[in-house]
């Protein structure tokens, strides 16, 4: 084993203590008074309640799947009869960091909104640090789980040769992220539902039918809505981003041992590692770039953004020399091209994040628009709206293609024919822009803890001051959090492109697998262990004009669109249900608007948590079949088209239902900041008919979607058996 | 020149004589009441000063354009030369069908209103004859226009063979379609954002805030309203389905003049004269379904429907029938495959209007599921709107999917190197699907005559028993106008695979006129003349895995949103100076809502003019220029990837937007049908915010798409010659 492995542990070990630190730290601040623990306790156990049942649904699904996958790899060789062992451990591990995250945060909450009775400073650090301990576990665990396969593999795998074992064990690591993407795709959709039923539900009777504020004590919906926060925005976003690392990780590693499989076993080995030992850097320098985080007493919005963006292009700027420094030292051949990789990676995060933040800022004019828009009525507003979220897909998909094509370019050094390695550049960018993750997480995270810390003072009925503050911290958490998702869905659209890349791979071990040695590829023979990309593709016709592949592309895109109505028309449901749940408590529990007696809040948890379940099923399912169906009846190209349909139009429609619902979220609070007759005028009462329609748009479909391209693509990789057989082979 | 060729003309002889017969016998019935007379004057007065104004900038677009054209190709060969003026005349007799089909709506609206005094059937008879004119017209003059072309190229055109002349011809003609392509959209888009604008603008104000009915003649937008059924709905539409019709002819008869170039010269000339054939037969057909269509007078809706479509279902089985014959007396090779593919067209279309019927018909759940989420809340409502639009593009996807490689399938006989014979078949499903337009588009038609003559009934205050009839026809227009909007995206989708074929035939004609008679595709030599679509793929290297590919993919998906995007934003906006334009008069003008003094219709025509010609000129542009750039920047893999990107995700989108759009419009009709608290209810309330989000939907970007694609095809065919340079050839 390489001495350069035992950096990634050892990176992960660091991230972890230093997590463990933070939540020590986070747990000896004083949470309160008694009515503030009290609360914070019961959204707790709302939220564990909810997790317990959550992991109960999923734990079944995964055992079913992991006997399954038994059945189906029982008698193939050692590196396959690990898959359903790898997958538990990978769907494991991506439930603990959700888990880890959700606690910290649910304990975080009444103590931020305690600090918030303090300083402001000491909020946001109570805030931002137990959001670290979330970014922390997330990157330590990936990196843990990473650092777990390759030793166990690597040691008990037997090979011909070092560069063959290099390949096997890195394609069959690939194979483990589908536990990744499948927990993550329940954790998202599940949690997603709950949250915005229960947010919904929520809004739609205490603000539009009673005119009580959010957060009010007298809501039944109110507990139920801070438990989504934390179940949705905190455990749901930790597993997708969980599953965006690591699964940027394998894709990357397994890309780096196919591309420099003929080179030295030395430099085959530095290349697999690298995507890992970039994300180690990374994790250890988004530490330092965490520490680095303060802000003076009388700081305002501008100072608090001013504070976390220090740290973040701190870690950044740092990234970018030391990687140039770690690439210089392992002397990679083209290092100067791999690291061009890393750093268009870098910029094509922040260009996306960066257009998200234009698109969805009051502080900008997009976002005015439709405030100004939803002054003239609810629909203008909402039209607006979808337009815009229309419009602002320009900017990140001009970014994609242009960085795509860069890293591409400068890993192949502008090499047509050296496509292997073009895709390897690719996937490096994508763990380039997922380098910062530690801490851009951080700051994504500490935004549903603010949010709760304000519900918190809200229902104990703390001064204006205190919900003053954490209105500051958490309005600042909204404009991170559309730039956490649009790291999320770039580096998304990268993986992807990495993925289908693997793919092929697999066909290729495939067929090694099944004897054949030989392709006819148009004219000529090539031996399989040779044939590039471009055989393959030759070899199966995957070309536009091949009626497969342009049916694929149909079904592609169309299951971006029935995925999305799938769960946006869950959470309508799940939200009527909670309407008429809180408009039953109002009408038969007397005394619940007068504040005499207390609703029933564990009634809507329940609703939430049941709806939830239930309907987190058929997308899921859905996800995993298409690619299985389609691999049998079309075969490779009717496979490709679907990734590729499915990965451009959910890119597109991702970015377009993300920013779309932030854009509508920050019109409504700029209608509150007093623009347009400020709140319970007609364009506020119109604006929030926006931002309720936009919640299942950001919070649920959108990025869900970044999971479900992966997941199929991860699916089409395990089930490339089924799909190669279609074709006249040597 | 074929004998056979002579039945296209008649044909369109015959279909315009009937036309005119129609128009007389419409223009014989009696117009009504002075003041009936007066508001279809105004209308009528507004809807071709509307006309005059679009053709004025369209046609300045046109001979810039044309100029252009002319001299790109000053130079060239004749069949090149002819391109300006085959330009012109395409996008003349396109602006002519729809101009015809206006004049005669404008008309026929006030004899409906007066007939239904007088009859349901009267009503009936009026007003879906009067659609008849357009759906003949429209008919007729694509094949006259066809004809035309075709016998002027066919004598003027020199060549070595037959064969090679039919190719010639063919080829040329199809770059006429950008002219068709390029009208249709600028109606489309002009037209559907003027009768948007106006239509939201009238009910924001009218049915929201001063609680006055539809088309009440004190609402200052109520005239724009109608002009807007008019130039939108009936002018737009003629133009759109003209394009569809002539569109689909036109790249069919280019892929049969490939597809049998190798054949027997006789064999070769009955191929490519096929497509109009069908739409010959079609529109015969047609007439004699028209003359079928009759009412009793007690009948009700479901009575008019089943009158409506025994018209349409004995056209079609006629053309079942016929088409049969005729392919059997041409004894074209595999004509039994060939009439296979002209059956899955038409029953293809019939499935995606089925679906369209059920996911937008108040008489199935999807839409009554709507109105019960819109009596919770408006958001909700919204929400159910959106997510069912989405999940209603299964099924259109699945029947083009399955029907896409049945047609390729039964052209080629199941043989996949036949590839070229199966993209001929998938372009003869397209014109089969069409072949019924004559009464399809009929039945569409009419829906905003009925409309109209409501409005003329309501404004000119006549007995409620007649705006009972007229509304009776109006919702019937409805569901009819849902399944002509399913025709339009289905065969859209056929034909711009068929049109992506035509652009790779494109890429031979211009490497052998520019010398390249050898190709290198991989490790051999193939003629130019004979390689076939395979080697070009292999030439360009147009594979999935190729990143040119996949970033036209995502440019592809990007483009349909960013249409969407512009074109929703420009309704949005000219829909809010409307109704601040009506707020005023209502503020300023003393005594409009009692009655006392007449409201100025004239300036909200004015500016919902003025707004549609502004705002369509970027969404067109861009249509225009991006297949350029990119041709220029990514070379043929990249304008595949384009095209295939954006028709994928186009037609998945346009799907989503024509049925959530319908759906919202009939779960508001639902609901003021007394379902939920009926007419004023907060579900009314709630279901018109949908209904308002939905105007653009269905009537604006959707049905824009289907043109989108087709013409942003067109283009990369005439530009192939920037696209091709790209890469080495011998």
Same mark, same amino acid.
């Given at each position: ?6 950096f990634?542990?050892?990176?992960s070990?660091?991230? #972890?203590?230093?997590?463990?630190g ?6 000896n601040y004083?949470?309160g008074?008694e009515?503030?623990q009290a609360i ?11 997790l317990?049942?959550?992991y109960?649904v ?5 055992l079913?799947l992991?006997?399954?996958?038994s ?8 590196q ?5 062992f790898?997958f538990l451990?990978?769907?494991?591990f991506?439930?603990l ?6 606690r ?6 009444a103590?931020t909104?305690f600090a ?5 400073n ?10 670290a ?20 593999l690597h ?7 070092q ?5 096997a064990?890195?394609s069959t690591m690939? /194979? ?14 599940? %949690?997603?539902i709950?949250?915005?039923?229960a947010?919904?539900?929520?809004d #739609?009777?205490?603000?539009m039918?009673?005119?009580i ?6 809501n039944?919906a109110?507990?139920a809505?801070n438990?989504g926060?934390?179940v949705?925005?905190?455990? @749901? ?9 690591y699964?940027s990780?394998?894709a ?5 041992a196919?591309?420099f499989?003929?080179?030295d076993a ?5 290349a ?5 030992l970039i994300?180690a850097l990374g ?12 802000t003076?007493?009388?700081a305002?919005m ?21 990687s140039?420094v770690?690439?210089?030292f ?8 791999l690291?061009?990789?890393?750093v268009?990676?870098?910029i094509?995060g ?7 933040e234009y698109?969805?800022s009051?502080?900008?004019?997009p976002?005015r ?6 002054s003239?009525?609810?629909a203008?507003?909402?039209i607006?709206g979808i337009?815009? @979220?229309?419009?602002?897909t ?12 860069l890293?591409?370019?400068f890993?192949s050094?502008?090499?047509?024919k050296?496509?292997?390695l073009? =895709?390897?550049g690719?996937?490096?960018a994508a763990v380039?822009? #997922? ?33 003053r503050r954490?209105?500051?911290l958490d309005a600042l958490?909204?404009?991170t959090a ?12 990268l993986t992807?492109l990495a993925?289908?890349?693997s ?7 495939h067929?090694i697998?099944?004897?054949?040695? =030989?392709?006819s ?26 009626p497969?592949v342009l049916?694929g592309?149909?079904?592609?895109s ?13 959470v ?6 909670i ?6 408590q ?8 007068e504040?005499k ?8 948890? /329940?609703i ?6 239930k ?7 859905s996800?995993?079949l298409?690619?299985?169906?389609m691999?049998?009846v079309?075969?490779?190209p009717?496979?490709l %088209? ?13 970015i ?11 019109a409504?609070?700029y209608?509150?900041e007093?623009?347009?007759g400020?709140? %319970?005028s ?20 959108g ?6 391209i992966k997941?199929?693509?991860m699916i089409?990789?395990?089930?490339v ?10």
């Amino acid at each position: 084993m390489d001495l350069l492995f035992w950096f990634i542990p050892l990176a992960s070990f660091i991230a #972890l203590v230093t997590a463990r630190g933070f939540f020590r730290q986070m747990m000896n601040y004083p949470m309160g008074s008694e009515k503030m623990q009290a609360i914070a306790s019961s959204i707790r156990q709302g939220a564990m309640a909810y997790l317990r049942q959550q992991y109960k649904v999923v734990g079944f699904i995964f055992l079913l799947l992991a006997i399954l996958l038994s059945y189906l790899c029982y008698g193939l060789n050692l590196q396959n009869r690990c898959l359903p062992f790898a997958f538990l451990s990978a769907g494991f591990f991506s439930s603990l960091a959700g888990f880890l995250g959700m606690r910290t945060a649910t304990q975080a909450s009444a103590r931020t909104a305690f600090a918030a009775s303090q300083s402001l400073n000491d909020a946001l650090r109570i805030a931002f640090r137990s959001g670290a301990v979330m970014g922390l576990v997330v990157v330590g665990l990936g990196l843990l789980d990473y650092s777990l396969w390759f030793f166990l593999l690597h040691c008990f795998l037997d090979a011909n040769s070092q560069q063959q074992k290099l390949l096997a064990v890195t394609s069959t690591m690939l /194979t483990f992220g589908i536990g990744t993407s499948l927990q993550a795709l329940f954790a998202r959709v599940g %949690g997603g539902i709950f949250t915005k039923a229960a947010d919904v539900g929520a809004d #739609l009777v205490g603000k539009m039918e009673v005119n009580i504020p959010e957060d009010d004590p007298r809501n039944p919906a109110a507990i139920a809505d801070n438990v989504g926060d934390n179940v949705g925005d905190v455990a @749901g976003m930790g597993a997708d981003l969980y599953e965006s690392f690591y699964g940027s990780i394998l894709a990357a590693t397994a890309l780096g041992a196919a591309a420099f499989y003929s080179y030295d076993a030395a430099i085959q080995v530095k290349a697999t590692l690298l995507p890992a030992l970039i994300g180690a850097l990374g994790s250890l320098l988004s530490i330092g770039g965490i520490f680095s985080v303060r802000t003076r007493e009388n700081a305002d919005m501008c100072g608090l953004l001013r504070s976390l963006n220090r740290g973040i292009r701190l870690t950044a700027i740092l990234i970018f020399a030391l990687s140039f420094v770690l690439l210089y030292f392992l002397q990679i051949p083209n290092y100067l091209g791999l690291w061009g990789a890393i750093v268009v990676g870098l910029i094509t995060g922040e260009v996306i994040g960066k257009s998200s933040e234009y698109y969805t800022s009051q502080a900008y004019r997009p976002t005015r628009c439709i405030a100004q828009q939803a002054s003239t009525s609810a629909a203008t507003g909402v039209i607006s709206g979808i337009g815009i @979220g229309m419009i602002s897909t320009v900017i990140p998909v001009t970014a994609i293609v242009i960085g795509t094509a860069l890293a591409f370019g400068f890993a192949s050094q502008f090499n047509p024919k050296e496509i292997a390695l073009g =895709l390897f550049g690719i996937s490096i960018a994508a763990v380039g822009m #997922l380098s910062t993750l530690g801490i851009t997480l951080a700051t994504d995270a500490y935004g549903p803890i603010a949010d709760n810390a304000g519900g918190n003072a809200e229902m104990s009925q703390l001064s204006p001051e205190v919900r003053r503050r954490t209105d500051a911290l958490d309005a600042l958490g909204n404009t991170t959090a559309a730039t956490g998702k649009g790291f999320a869905i770039g580096s998304a659209a990268l993986t992807a492109l990495a993925l289908m890349a693997s793919y092929v791979e697999g066909i290729r071990v495939h067929l090694i697998q099944s004897g054949h040695h =030989l392709l006819s590829c148009g004219h000529h023979l090539v031996p399989t262990a040779q044939a590039t990309l471009s055989d393959f593709m030759q070899l199966y016709d995957v070309q536009l004009m091949n009626p497969h592949v342009l049916l694929g592309l149909f079904v592609g895109s169309m299951m971006a669109f029935l995925f999305c109505g799938l769960t946006i028309n869950a959470v309508g449901r799940a939200a009527a249900s909670i309407v008429n749940e809180v408009r039953r408590q109002f009408r038969e529990i007397a005394g619940i608007l007068e504040g005499k007696s207390p609703p029933d809040y564990a009634s809507c948890v /329940t609703i939430s948590t049941r709806a939830a379940q239930k309907e987190m099923i058929i997308p899921s399912l859905s996800a995993v079949l298409v690619p299985i169906i389609m691999g049998y009846v079309f075969g490779v190209p009717g496979v490709l %088209g679907l990734l590729s349909g499915a990965l451009s139009t959910g890119f597109v429609l991702a970015i377009f239902m993300a920013n779309s619902g932030g854009a509508w979220d920050n019109a409504k609070k700029y209608i509150e900041e007093g623009a347009y007759g400020g709140k %319970g005028s007609p364009a506020h009462k119109s604006a929030i008919i926006g931002d309720t329609i936009g919640d299942p748009f950001k919070d649920t479909s959108g990025p869900s979607l970044n999971i479900l391209i992966k997941l199929m693509s991860m699916i089409a990789i395990v089930s490339v058996g089924l799909s190669i057989g279609r074709v006249c082979l040597k």
